[in-house]
Every structure is written in structure tokens, then in C-alpha cells.
Nanobody, 129 residues
Framework: QVQLVESGGGLVQAGGSLRLSCKAS??????????MGWFRQAPGKEREFVVA????????SSADSVKDRFTISRDNAKNTLSLQMNGLKPEDTAVYYC????????????????????WGQGTQVTVSS
């Protein structure tokens, strides 16, 4: 089992920045075997893919809505995942979740929620206009 805990959410004005973190605990000896991702869910909407990164950290994929604004990174030595969010917009307001998906390829990037086995509890990001 892997436990994921997000932090770093909060209230920010449009155009501002936030950095989210996700710390893994538990069966972390296999942390480098997991592709990681960030998803978000706004009130009244379905959970949506934001960004993802391969287990080795050499490949990423982003939703078009956040491309060039959000950057995902990971530190496998510290079992942490980060999401740097710049140029925030009111439509970025949502609960953000980190997730882990076991993979066989170190360069595999997973963008579909169904393939993720482990999820954090979420952290609220609110962007005011």
C-alpha cells in the first residue's frame, strides 16, 4: 500500500502562483515504479486529468488547459511529487489530487484516472478574480 498526502493548496489571486506537494509513505520502496499524476475536480464537475510524469521523471504530459502554466516534477530520492502552478486562473479552482499508477516501463506516462491505484485526499486551490 502507498499513502499519498497533498499539501500547498490555498487561496491566490488570478495570475498568481502556487506549488503543490505530494508526499508518499508506506510501501515507498517501490516509489520509483509508479507513474504519478495530478487530477482536479471542481464543484459540480467530473474529476479531470491535469498533468502526469513517468516513474523515471523523464517524460510528462499535460492537459491543454494547463500547458505552459503548470509543471510537474518528482524527487524519487525523497518520494515526493510537486506541481508548480503559474498564471493561475479562476477556472483552475478545484480540489487537486495526486495519484500513483504502477507501471512496468520507466518512461510510461499515465493520463487516465482508471489506471491509478492510489489517491491522496486532495488539497483545495481557489483562484479569485
Amino acid at each position: 500500500q502507498v499513502q499519498l498526502v497533498e499539501s500547498g493548496g490555498g487561496l491566490v489571486q488570478a495570475g498568481g502562483s502556487l506549488r503543490l506537494s505530494c508526499k508518499a509513505s508506506g510501501r515507498t520502496w517501490s516509489w520509483s515504479s509508479y507513474a504519478m499524476g495530478w487530477f482536479r475536480q471542481a464543484p459540480g464537475k467530473e474529476r479531470e486529468f491535469v498533468v502526469a510524469i513517468s516513474s523515471r521523471g523523464d517524460r510528462t504530459s499535460s492537459a491543454d488547459s494547463v500547458k505552459d502554466r503548470f509543471t510537474i516534477s518528482r524527487d524519487n530520492a525523497k518520494n515526493t511529487l510537486s506541481l508548480q502552478m503559474n498564471g493561475l486562473k479562476p477556472e483552475d479552482t478545484a480540489v487537486y489530487y495526486c495519484a500513483a499508477a504502477p507501471v512496468f516501463s520507466v518512461s510510461a506516462v499515465v493520463t487516465t484516472a482508471e489506471r491509478y491505484n492510489y489517491w491522496g485526499q486532495g488539497t483545495q486551490v481557489t483562484v479569485s478574480s
